[in-house]
């Protein structure tokens, strides 16, 4: 099961919580974060909570939004050199979703951060490549991760490592 928890601004798009009693994540890379970036066009920013990698993508429909985000997260994976397997596993465990509200104020600090340097980083480009964006974000060093590998995609690198050794 995929769980966003969504900022009250994306939740006034998107929809009410739908996250039950004791519901947990059931993807490999957990629960994500996500708000809106009132953009034009308006963008979705989704940070992962363990890892903290971003994903950005379209905001409009809104209310197709979860609908598309598992497409995305694969389009940021592969771009990450995750193994296909992986991608399709989760991909296939995203097919249940639920919505919740922010319950972790680091990550929704990291996302303040991530929204803050993608706007200096699309500069004047009316419509960014927000793939390019999402993987030039991810580079960025974190301060929850300095004790563990400094940035999300070195995050995520040493999650799948984890995940795809000869141990598990």
């Not at 970036?37 to 971003?54: C, H, Y």
């Not at 409009?60 to 939004?65: E, R, V, Y």
């Not at 991760?145 to 070195?154: E, N």
Request: glycine share 6%; charged share 20%.
């Amino acid at each position: 099961m995929l769980i966003v928890r969504a900022t009250k601004k994306l939740l006034g798009r998107i929809g009410p919580p739908t996250l039950g009693e004791g519901e947990r994540a059931t993807t490999l890379m957990g629960q994500w974060y996500a708000t809106a970036m009132f953009w034009k066009p308006q963008v979705a920013l989704f940070v992962n909570e363990p890892t903290l990698l971003p994903v950005l993508m379209p905001l409009a429909p809104a209310a197709t939004l979860l609908d598309r985000f598992p497409r995305q997260v694969a389009a940021v994976l592969a771009a990450h050199g995750t193994p296909q397997a992986v991608i399709d596993e989760e991909l296939r465990q995203m097919r249940d979703r639920r919505l919740a509200k922010t319950a972790n104020r680091r990550v929704v600090g990291i996302m303040n951060e991530f929204t803050f340097l993608a706007e200096d980083y699309r500069g004047d480009t009316p419509v960014p490549d927000l793939l390019a964006l999402a993987i030039r974000l991810a580079t960025t060093p974190c301060g929850p991760l300095y004790s563990k590998h400094v940035s999300p995609d070195r995050e995520l690198a040493a999650l799948l490592r984890s995940f795809t050794s000869p141990a598990n």
